[in-house]
């Protein structure tokens, strides 16, 4: 979101309209461009110690990935969130060895 | 025998300096609502842009407008009242400069520095309405928060009179350069269209014109925003939508209106919404969602791992949030 500077100088945030003049930064979704953000999100593992070895094992080759986009107006779900956007994917790899 | 000819030449002289003082130098600005003695108590001011009359022809517009955030932007959901409460506790009071050590000492221009988007027509009431506004709200609070709900509902029925109405949009505010088209007249109601015929059924309002900017994104614009409202003396800031459609939306080669967005392909016409609305929200950004199941070998370890790339674009005529 835009970040407004508190009566136009300084470092800090103002809140209020009255105290808000220009931005600091401004992490809104600009109009008509393309953001790109990527997550990387490592299957769970089971790691056993075998004499010096460690044995790695996962319990699932398959993960439900559920991304929601939520538009929260208030900086919370609590109050007046929006659930905009929903996909389920999910993803697996080879688990058989080597 | 000199005596007379000097006191003329001095008549003369002051006569044309005291008219250009006392009168605006726009053509028709002292024809307008807006230049009629102040209004001295919020039901004067509510009387002088009363819309009561359009609903009779007009109930589409009517029913839609008041779902709209227009049709209580003094009020708000109540927070809208409240923040304007705390610019003055928190803001005015604390300041030096501000004439301001009590709520009663607010004056109209205190309020404008608000008022100036959520209720322009302020401009045209005494010190006396910005008083009974602010005295309001605080009652308001008061009521509310010791639950008397039947002071808490009359007050917020004051509060919410005060709008941005069909004769705010369509007469007071439908003419941003004046001295270009002329002042808005008491007698006209300004719209789209530019038929030629001028009549119009209303008692009051019997003529009809059309607006150069009904259609045009500066007519939502002047009221919201670009950035710090330098004219005031203590610059506010609120919203910054019209300012993100300039210089954002524009240099990425968008070129709807914000009336084709949000009044003509949402289909909802008056009910002007954002995010609230789903025929808003639905079309605001698009998500593309890519997964892939890739196993990474940190040297001899192997880490599967899902990653996940998501792309979003904004597709409104402006940043997402505003302000």
């Not at chain 1, 105290?19 to 990387?40: A, C, H, I």
């Not at chain 2, 509902?153 to 109405?165: A, F, H, K, R």
């Not at chain 2, 289909?267 to 890739?294: F, P, W």
Request: net charge negative; with cysteine; charged share 25%.
């Amino acid at each position: 979101m835009p970040v407004p500077q508190r009566m136009g100088r300084g470092d800090r945030m103002g809140r209020g309209p009255y105290e808000k003049s220009g931005f600091l930064q401004d992490n809104s979704l600009p109009p008509l461009r393309t953001v790109k953000t990527s997550y990387d999100i490592f299957f769970p593992v089971e790691e056993t110690e075998k004499g010096d070895r460690t044995i790695r094992t996962y319990p699932s080759d398959t993960m439900d990935i559920d991304v929601k986009l939520w538009y929260l107006p208030f900086g919370t779900k609590d109050d007046d969130a929006f659930l905009w956007r929903e996909e389920k994917h999910t993803v697996s790899f080879d688990n058989s060895g080597s | 025998m000199k005596w007379p000819l000097i006191l003329a030449g001095i008549l003369l002289l002051a006569a044309p300096a005291a008219a250009s003082g006392d009168h605006p130098a726009g053509v028709g600005r002292d024809q307008t609502l807006a230049a009629r003695p102040k209004a001295k108590t919020i039901a004067e001011l509510v009387a002088r842009y009363d819309s009561e009359s359009c609903i009779e022809c007009h109930e589409e517009a009517h029913e839609q407008w008041s779902e709209s955030a227009h049709s209580r932007s003094l009020f708000g959901t109540g927070r809208t009242a409240l923040t304007f409460r705390t610019a003055i506790l928190n803001g005015l009071m604390t300041w030096k400069a501000s004439g301001v050590k009590e709520l009663k000492d607010v004056r109209v221009e205190h309020l404008m520095g608000c008022a100036k988007c959520h209720l322009p027509q302020l401009a045209d009431a005494t010190d006396d309405v910005a008083r009974e506004i602010v005295l309001d709200i605080d009652a308001w609070r008061t009521a509310y928060l010791n639950e008397d709900d039947d002071k808490a509902d009359e007050l917020e029925e004051t509060l919410s009179s005060l709008n941005i109405n069909c004769l705010v949009c369509h007469n007071r505010n439908a003419i941003t350069h004046k001295w270009t088209d002329g002042y808005p007249r008491t007698d006209t109601v300004y719209g789209l269209s530019s038929d030629g015929d001028t009549e119009h059924e209303d008692d009051v309002f019997t003529r009809k014109e059309a607006s150069p900017i009904m259609g045009e994104s500066i007519f939502c614009g002047q009221c919201h925003g670009e950035g710090p409202n330098f004219e005031l003396e203590n610059p506010t800031q609120c919203a910054t939508a019209y300012g993100s459609y300039l210089f954002a939306y524009i240099p990425e080669g968008g070129h709807r209106t914000c009336q084709q967005c949000h009044m003509e392909e949402s289909g909802l016409g008056h009910n002007i919404q954002s995010y609230r609305a789903q025929e808003m929200s639905d079309k605001a950004v698009d998500m593309e969602v890519t997964t892939q199941a890739v196993v990474w070998r940190d040297v001899s370890t192997m880490r599967p791992k899902a990653t996940v790339d998501i792309e979003l674009t904004n597709q409104a005529g402006h940043g997402i949030p505003d302000g």
